[in-house]
């Protein structure tokens, strides 16, 4: 009997697993449908493409060698087949190869409506084999960083990845986007920021909401148990707290916006949400209702600040505001976690999240230019021009509407 | 025969289109495009950057008439699109000389065919 | 070994209520995609806007006040932090909260098209931190109306809100919307009803969809527990009759319209489907799956005629139909509960729905009045020719595409 | 104490179930969103009223009588308000009802664009009461086949259904497809394919990945049982697998339509994703993930030949590919379970994919039949010309929208 | 030279476009417009209300030609679209005079810019 | 009065506009077409089916000017189109004569009215 309560037990925290998991795999979608509202008409049928590719590529990659490299097990999920302690490693697995998807989702935003979508394709192969694993393996995975110190004896923090899924995957579009330069118009010779519209704003928002729901399942499966008292409370406290830090960002960069700008900027208001759910993304569990609004809503302001930031005043361009979202809410939200989580130092985390940029900007430079080398990473100018959906993929996204 | 063209402001297509069938005008072909005139584009926001919106979205109207009808026509676009008096961006109607018109159903030609 | 069952016990009704809770959430998206695809494309950014704030707001407030004015427990969840007795306190709030979201998604579609975008908020700040949960007290929480009597008293019964969600947000719709007037262009001097035909109905059926499918968490996430034989029956029991009372208001509402008008109308057949969805909501836990698609199906017919009634008798706009779905139909589903239950009488659903009605209609009334005094709350007739994407939120939700 | 532990396991697998069953309900969307977007515009708003009405239909006629005949039970549910074995009975009716639905959303694609919309509907009614059930009795149910052979002699195994629900919908789409033939204007006199472009991308993306998520319910809750160690194992197994192919049809037919086409035919991705889980389908329990990535690659490629195939070799006009994705890949599905299930032989196989075809396809060949000549199937030329959306429905998806 | 401009059935199109390549016209330019002529809309019900769709979609083709293509272009354009003897919404052409063109790749004008 | 009508390339409009508004043409509409003339379409594969679009996607800009602003005009808009010394696709300019022109907003007629 007491084998039985064991089974129960096992197969609830599996099935709390899959289900988490299920939910962030559904985060692909939102992911692709943020995206291709918010680039341009013709550039669109590309960004799809470049999301179910890469969604498919890491899912990939992460089975073939990535998993091994960041928890072991063997390479080939080779490890797998069996049965794991408290709940089935595949389901395990199942968890956290949609979180390399998820951080690969981020950078194609950032690189839109100009990038090739091969070599977009071959990054995402390195990526989600090497540059993330590895980075994975230092914190979740507990390894030391190439032997030199480890980030657990500074108390390096990060609950479910603001920084080893979001500021990392950040951190690869940064390099990305500084090789690739600005879209076409995107600044006059003057060096003014020209605003390129997203063409499809009801799809942004589905996107957004998609990833909101996703979000329980990113946070929420994080807790990585479910069927104890303990685990079912902290699963339910994450849940609560991402949901309000989610309406926190929403509330603070709608206000902001309208106070800045005069007008409510429905894609701030998306941004804010997303930048609400990064902020608590690397400490859901010990803050109250409360304080995770307010974490959510300093979120929801910086992302604002930080999209008017890069593009007036760095002319770095990023379509959909990715670096902003991922990277500075991601750091931010390492930030927080001593705000509320006294086994936490601010310099702990600094140190972490210092050990990812440097790791992830360095190792996707380095790809980046090789590509740019091998195969060039960006279409030409008249193919930009054109759009890259004719280009790359050979069709239009909406072929019967007249677009610019 | 004439063919007038007027560009107008899209919320007064369906009061300009009540005001020729007023005045028994039998066909009219409409397009969206997008213009300036004296009526300059505003400013606008996104993502906290200025952008000017340059062109303006408009109706094209285009209607086919005889000579006798063009000043009643011309009378009724203004009088609908006028509105308060006049407001920039009200529009402007465009009357050039047309040579012939084909009714493709039945082949007539000429004012019959208008 | 008890306590481990017990545990376990816990840990699978917590777990049930988030998973329950995010599909309510996931109806957020639902609504957002219904209005944008049935409102003018001048007019979809705005609500695209206005229902990311709604939810957001709701999240907020709710936290703050109106779960402690609805079951007590504290201001700012500060009695949530603990544990509950058989699932997690803070799953409970989760399931809690999406619910008077939901509800106020209602009123944003029925003064859609013309309202100010900020006196939305304002009002729904007012409805999720009072109306709503005052309401909610004197059914759901148990508290006696004023002092004055007592719902339960009258074996008032409704199982996940027919009334208690779905009719008390078309009651504040209605009251709103009787302020606003209709919109600009609705009715002709002779007061014909002109249609304002919907822009996108691919969006307005994906919203449609989502409904559905959150629906299920709902309808049986109301059951409260899953982790006993009789809970798992229950559950399951509701998950049928909901899906089959859905089914139901296809079928009705399709073939009704197609006798009536001549045409499916697809608006109608997805009208239809949440007509059946509201119609069980008062009591899934009753009828066989027959009954229920009966239920649903006289749902179906009532929405379609009422949604003329309400267009072309009362010349009352309500651009995507909330008042009919959620309140003409969420009053049938208040009074078919006695056909199956029979511990439920016709005066005690009545009286219930009365007051849920006058007090929500009132109070709303009162709210909507106030705001129009203080800050207006219609755009003026110029803003509404323009389309409230540019005026209040200062873009276009597809910019590139040619519209009206 | 025994007893609670019962009573655990019984709620775990009915949550299982119900949990599975709303994803699997969630592919209705996927289905509609996916063909909304690869039809025209002027057919759009038809496509969608079909897919909503023929899955209430199937959900309607499964429960009064297709149900009893495919499992037993007696019509109406009348056997199912009562409780389980070790789950609810009507959790297990809520998981099989949303199959046939699925089942039949497959036909709805591959007749599109030129189909009666009422004709479609009372074909919808006799395959979701008559010949899927009773197919389903053959192989799921256990029944024989004509009282002749019993399918489970020969050791035809299905998991979740490549061939029982998959092929079977193809089967009844090609039935269909023959005896209405191609859309005008789809074969120039010299008989060459004339591309008829889908017109909403994005939305079919959207649909694919709501399918791809969906699908993790439709195999996930095919293992029928989740408390206890080996089922929670062989589920997450199933999860990992399900996932492996969908990636591995993606890359496969990206890269094989970039070789072949020269251009990444986004289209073709997204039929590969499908391709991969259809594949997978018949046996997710066996494989390695490696293996199950190669299953779902084979699938990827598969589609774009048997697409091409079809279009231009043939000459059978299928506008979303339904019959290649889900006949010509399912059948790949069930001959690809001998090669990891070495319980399963390939004569096996094939005659159980026999047994099914002829059926489904006589079987709904009559029907068709039977249809055209009482009330026709096809529209008229005429009607096609102005498209479906105005003759059959009365209104426009994208009324505002300038299309062809 | 002149530009014929022709109003349409959108179905019509394609047939036109292969009329028109048949006599050797070398360009063409298509708008997606709505109109009504004789051809007046119909009514159509919208969630049980009634309302008439007014302009119904069309597409004008506009194509400048010499003077002495004109008749034949007329000519192929109304056979290509006149169906069944002519139904009301067939579509009517536009004659009128071009005083310049300009093809802007080379700079030529006059009919050999055509 | 003249009716300039230009046919140019989606991308080349901004460029356009600005060429424009350089020598004081006050007013522009535009419209979104497609068309052909020597640069014929492109053979697109589509799931591996091959289709020729016939039509490409064009930007047709009308000035309504006075007589004396023509050259200019013609000249402003050809080099801002004409980009590497002419390539197929670079467009093609009609003028035609306008016979009136009325500004809604004051009923002003005639040159003052452009
Ligand atoms: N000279 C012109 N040539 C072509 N179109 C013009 C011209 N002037 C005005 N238009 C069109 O008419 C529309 C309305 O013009 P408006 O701003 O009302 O003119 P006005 O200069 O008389 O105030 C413009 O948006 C533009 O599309
Ligand atoms: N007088 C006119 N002026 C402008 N456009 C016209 C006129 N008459 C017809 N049209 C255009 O031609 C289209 C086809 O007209 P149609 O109904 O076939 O004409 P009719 O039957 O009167 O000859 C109309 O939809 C409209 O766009
Ligand atoms: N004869 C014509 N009649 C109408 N439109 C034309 C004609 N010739 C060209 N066009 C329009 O001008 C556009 C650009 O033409 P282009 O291919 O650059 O011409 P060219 O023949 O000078 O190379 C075409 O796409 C078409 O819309």
Redesign the interface.
Known sequence: MENQIFELQYALDTFYFLVMGALVMWMAAGFSMLEAGLVRTKNTAEILTKNIGLFAIACTMYMIYGYDLMYGGGALLSGISGQGETYSNASDFYFQVVFVATSMSIVSGAVAERMKLFSFFAFAVIFTTIIYPLEGSWTWGGASVFGLYSLSDFGFYDFAGSGIVHMAGASAALAGVLLLGPRKGKYDEAGNSKPILGANLPLATLGTFILWMGWFGFNGGSVLAMASKESADAVAMVFVNTNAAAAGGVIAALLFAKIWFGKADLTMALNGALAGLVAITAGPDTPSALVATLIGAVGGILVVLSIVWFDRKLRIDDPVGAISVHGVVGLWGLLAVPLTNSDVTFSGQLIGAVTIFVWVFIASGLVWYALKSIMGIRVSAEEEDDGVDLTECGLEAYPEFVSK | M??VT???Q??RL?SV?QALSEINV?????????????QKGHT????????VV??L??V?IEI?ITKEQLDEV?ES??SA??ING??????????????????????ETGPD?V
Chains 1, 3, 4 share one sequence.
Do not use: H, N, W
């Open positions: 004439k063919m007027a560009i107008i899209p919320k369906d289109r039998t066909g009219v072909t409409a397009t969206e495009v997008k213009g300036f005139g004296r606008e926001l996104y993502r906290g950057a200025e952008f340059e062109f979205p408009k094209k086919a011309i676009i203004t699109c006028k006049g407001k920039i961006g009200d529009g402007k109607i465009f009357v050039s000389s047309l040579e012939q018109v084909v009714r493709i159903r039945t082949g065919a």
